[in-house]
């Protein structure tokens, strides 16, 4: 764009006061949107000139081209500083900025702005041969309309650091679930051996169970069902053998589990009675009869205990601060520029996130794990923001399932796990209200996978309310059961003006 300004700023000098950084054509429409930046202190100015600079910055387009003005006002701080040379490492240089963080950025912000990289040796020789020093000085004047002056320095290698991010396993999210002298396992007394060994030691609070581990686990037994089945070593005269599922729940949440008893234990069974407590012992692992991704329990051996007091931490595991996994895009779109005067008001002005999800199979009785979620945040009648991610699913799916979605084998390789990406969507949605067509199916299958990360489920609005379901219906896509096209479908819908 420099060539751009150049003529923009020698034609409308009294205009300087802003610049253009990006040109956004959308070939279908024959529109362009110019993004641009303002200094704060010229608010005022831009405002009571804004047509004027549209029509002075379309005046270097042809007259079919329908030409909008996004603007930014920025100021010159040193957290401002910070982003945009944040913003051009990543956007310009992935390598730099693969081991540069905002630890290794030095900033004095004044007059002018002095930016020190904090570089390894062998990448402050690839920075300079790459001239990053001249790229990002003129980066951070044409954005801050400042002059900047910016210089590397050599740091040595962290090499811990180093050690430890090739350990570390990158599939565990963070969360912020305990709070200081408070535990997450429950000690019950009373204990009496019931089959196998007694067990000892603490158990964990069953919600903390989201991963396939050995775990001890406490509550109330429920729902217990018995069924035969044909032991692989029965005993003389021995043709059928019993076996048990029921429900442990222990007020932070429930899970199911099996017994396969063996014949020395089988007389066990007379024990597992509704309403009892008891003290679990097995492995825990993904549930693929259900096939929703929830987590079942295996069980080795049980004891049976007096129901233990304790106090449940009301704390919700949130997601981290910064997004690790899947990251919101600004939403865009010449639909929504104010060229167009004879809008008519949206169906919808309420702040809403309109998500969609895609399961495994289109059988609403029995949809599989979710392998892609799409949400669309609307305001004002305004597109604002989308969040879109594939999600890795725990249990096989078959060629044709994969097929049927739309996928390649390669596509769901290396995606993040729903226990990365719904903490993400949490962060996304916090404070809005949540809608989606069909509003029943969606919301329990959203619902089912927040409780199973202990997270608070949002508030969901009946989509009907803004218009009858069969104009739904037609809004949504026909060819394609992707998330993101079709809750960007469902908004458009909702903030269309026609």
């Known amino acids: 764009m420099d060539e751009f300004n150049k003529k923009f700023t020698e034609r409308y000098s009294e205009f300087s006061f802003v610049r253009f950084i990006e040109a956004v054509v959308d070939v279908d429409n024959a529109g362009v949107l110019l993004k641009a930046v303002c200094p704060r202190e010229k608010e005022g100015d831009y405002n009571a000139a804004k047509e004027k600079i549209r029509y002075a910055a379309a005046s270097f387009f042809p ?51 002095t930016v020190n990289l904090k570089l390894p040796s062998y990448v402050r020789e690839y920075a300079e041969k790459e001239d990053v020093c001249r790229r990002l000085k003129e980066y951070i004047e044409l954005r801050l309309f400042k002059d900047a002056s910016v210089s590397i320095k050599t740091v040595a290698e962290d090499v811990e650091g180093i050690r430890k991010t090739i350990t570390s396993v990158a599939s565990e999210p963070r969360y912020s679930y305990e709070r200081p002298g408070e535990g997450r396992t429950v000690s ?6 019931m089959c196998g060994e007694l067990i000892e030691g603490s158990a964990k609070y069953i919600c903390d169970c989201t991963q396939p581990e050995y775990a001890i686990v406490y509550g109330m037994l429920s ?7 044909t032991p692989k070593k029965p005993v003389s005269g021995e043709q059928k053998r019993k076996f048990a599922t029921f429900f442990l729940d222990d007020g932070t949440a429930r899970i199911r589990c099996t017994w396969f008893p063996s014949a020395n234990n089988k007389d ?59 990251r919101p895009k600004e939403y865009v779109s010449l639909a929504q ?8 008001p949206p169906l919808a002005k309420d702040p809403l996130v309109i998500f969609s999800l895609m399961t495994v199979s289109d059988n609403k009785y029995r949809p599989g794990e979710v392998i892609e979620i799409g949400a669309v945040k609307i305001d004002k009648g305004e597109i604002k923001e989308t969040f879109s991610s594939l999600i890795c699913p725990h249990t096989e799916i078959t060629e044709a399932e994969r097929a049927a979605a739309g996928l390649v084998a390669s596509d769901l390789k290396g995606k993040p796990s729903a226990e990365q990406v719904f903490p993400d969507f949490y962060k996304f949605f916090c404070g809005y209200q949540l809608t989606s067509f069909p509003s029943e199916l969606n919301a329990n299958l959203l619902r089912a996978q927040l409780e199973k990360l202990h997270i608070q489920p949002p508030v969901f609005i009946d989509i009907t309310k803004y218009a009858e379901a069969k104009r739904f219906k037609s809004a949504r896509l026909k060819n394609t ?12 819908f909702l903030t269309s003006s026609v």
């Open 63 to 113: 007259p079919s081209a329908k030409v909008s003005v996004g603007i930014s006002f920025v100021t010159a701080g040193s957290m401002d500083i910070l982003h945009t040379v944040m913003d051009f490492l990543q956007s310009e240089s992935a390598y730099i900025s693969s081991v540069a963080d905002s630890e290794h950025v030095e900033i004095n912000a004044g007059e002018s702005v």
């Open 188 to 193: 019950p007394t009373g204990r009496v051996p």
């Open 223 to 229: 729902d217990k069902r018995e069924y035969e089945y």
């Open 268 to 326: 066990a069974m007379k024990y597992l009675d509704n309403g009892s407590y008891f003290l679990v012992a097995g492995r825990t692992d993904y549930d693929t009869h259900r096939g929703d991704g929830s987590l079942k329990m295996t069980v080795r051996r049980f004891t049976g205990c007096e129901r233990a007091e304790f106090t449940v931490n009301k704390v919700l595991r949130l997601a981290d601060e910064d997004y690790r996994f899947v």
């Open 337 to 344: 520029s104010s060229l167009y005067v004879d809008r008519r």
């Open 481 to 492: 059961r992707r998330a993101l096209p079709n809750a960007l479908a469902i908004a458009k």
